[in-house]
C-alpha cells in the first residue's frame, strides 16, 4: 500500500483545512486507515482513525468535535476535515494503514505511511 497525503497549509485559528490520503495497491476490509501528526518537538500521536470496510472511527479527545474522518472505499480517499483550527493542532499530519485484525489507535500496528503534510495554524 502506498499512501498520498495532500491538503495541508496555513490557516489562522478558527479556521479550516481538509486533508486528503490518496491510497493505492489493495486495501482490504479489516484495515485500518489513520491520520496521525508531530507537533514541533513533540512526539507523533494520533489524531483520527476509519475502518475501511465498516468505517467505525476513532479520535483522540484534543479533537473530537472539530476533526471528522472520512473515506471513499471507489477512489482510495481517506479524508481529515479540520474546523476550529487551534495553533496547538500546528504539524505534520501523516495517514497510515494499519493491516492489522484489530482497531488500535497504536502506531505500532501502522506498516505503511504517507510522507505527511504540513500544517500550521497562527493565532
Known amino acids: 500500500v502506498q499512501l498520498q497525503a495532500s491538503g495541508g497549509g496555513m490557516v489562522q485559528t478558527g479556521g479550516s483545512l481538509k486533508l486528503s490520503c490518496a491510497a493505492s495497491?489493495?486495501?482490504?476490509?479489516?484495515?485500518?486507515m489513520a491520520w496521525f501528526r508531530r507537533a514541533p518537538g513533540k512526539e507523533r500521536e494520533f489524531v483520527a482513525s476509519?475502518?475501511?470496510?465498516?468505517?467505525?472511527?476513532s479520535s483522540a479527545d484534543s479533537v473530537k468535535g472539530r476533526f471528522t474522518v472520512s473515506r471513499d472505499n471507489a477512489k482510495k480517499m481517506v479524508y481529515l476535515q479540520m474546523i476550529n483550527l487551534r495553533p496547538e493542532d500546528t504539524a505534520v499530519y501523516y495517514c497510515?494503514?494499519?493491516?492489522?485484525?484489530?482497531?488500535?489507535?497504536?502506531?505500532?500496528?501502522?506498516?505503511?505511511w504517507g510522507q505527511g503534510t504540513q500544517v500550521t495554524v497562527s493565532s
Open positions: 476509519i475502518t475501511w470496510g465498516g468505517g467505525r472511527t
Open positions: 497510515a494503514t494499519s493491516t492489522a485484525r484489530l482497531e488500535s489507535t497504536a502506531q505500532k500496528y501502522y506498516y505503511y
Open positions: 495497491g489493495r486495501i482490504f476490509s479489516h484495515y485500518t
